[in-house]
């Protein structure tokens, strides 16, 4: 059982994120994250942006009109609040619906997976956007580097590190985490032929 201690430490954690992420305009602690995501969205001609767990917004509207489309997916109807960029690309439904009813054959340069930070459900997060990641894109991962075992509860950054520690072992793959709270981890498919006209 979850002692009272660690629910009131979880809770200060998660109150601490969500006053940095809610900090319009400024980039607080808990969100250097969308600054680098939205460097890596300019760096692909055209990019084409998923993004799962929207929230209050606060990275999709300041990314999703940089690429040429953008879609959104949270389970929650409260973030259609929140957003002023790509309304009608938002889709109100969990991960695993949107992957097996609605992402079809579409293909994303960058994906940021952010919705539910529970290890299981991130895997298969993963696991369902890979077939969707164009060549040479980005899945990027949020809070990949909790920084103490207080920080791995359900309210603050959940078990995501483990799949970021399994993906940064895995041949098959390139994968960095910014090893800054609350962390951001890059992957790729691993690709060992540097030159196109090789
Ligand atoms: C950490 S917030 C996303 C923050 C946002 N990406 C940002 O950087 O501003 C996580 C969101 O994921 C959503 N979520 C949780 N589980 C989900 C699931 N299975 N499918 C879709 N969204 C989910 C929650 O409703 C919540 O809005």
Redesign the pocket.
Known sequence: MISPTRVIAELRIANQLRTA?ARAGSEGEG?W??GLIQRLVTTYPNCRYL??????????NRVAPLARFAEG????PG?LEHVTAGHETVHI????AYFRDVAGDKRFEVI?L????NFA?VDKDFTNALPHLAPDGTIVL?DTWPGSVEETGELACGTVYQLAERLERDPQFNALTMRRFPGVTLVQRARTDRFEDA
Do not use: M, N
């Open positions: 992420a969100d994250h969308i993004e799962v767990g929207v929230r209050h917004a606060t990275c999709w997916v949270d389970i929650d973030v439904l969990a991960s695993d940021f952010d919705g539910d930070h459900q949020h």
